[in-house]
Nanobody, 117 residues
Framework: QAELVESGGGLVQAGGSLRLSCAAS????????MAWYRQVPGKQRELVAG???????NYADSVKGRFTISRDNAKKTMNLQMNSLKPEDTAVYFC???????????WGQGTQVTVSS
């Protein structure tokens, strides 16, 4: 069992930066593929960035070159550095942890990111 808690959301002007963090409980963090998703009202939740247990990363085309995902297995945390933010980045951002081999998946409660123009 794991609990995920996001932090770092807020209001920022276009062009600014925010850093989101996701802290996990439990002892299995190193086994989880971690990811950030985001969702706006009326739309499906979309993948923003993911990072494997080995540190390989992938990004949505819309955030490539602006966002950087990272993880610290010792601290059981995952971060998302968001630079050059745009109004279209406005959404609730969710932390996701998935351990496919044992069919475990967890979500955080979400943190609001608002980018003003």
């Amino acid at each position: 069992q794991a609990e995920l808690v996001e932090s770092g959301g807020g209001l920022v002007q276009a062009g600014g930066s925010l850093r989101l963090s996701c802290a996990a409980s439990g002892s299995a963090f190193r086994h989880y593929v971690m990811a950030w998703y985001r969702q706006v009202p009326g739309k499906q939740r979309e993948l923003v960035a993911g990072i494997t247990t080995g540190g390989s990363t992938n990004y949505a085309d819309s955030v490539k070159g602006r966002f950087t995902i990272s993880r610290d297995n010792a601290k059981k945390t995952m971060n998302l550095q968001m630079n050059s933010l745009k109004p279209e980045d406005t959404a609730v951002y969710f932390c996701n942890a998935r351990w496919q081999a044992v069919a475990q998946e967890y979500w955080g409660q979400g943190t609001q990111v608002t980018v003003s123009s």
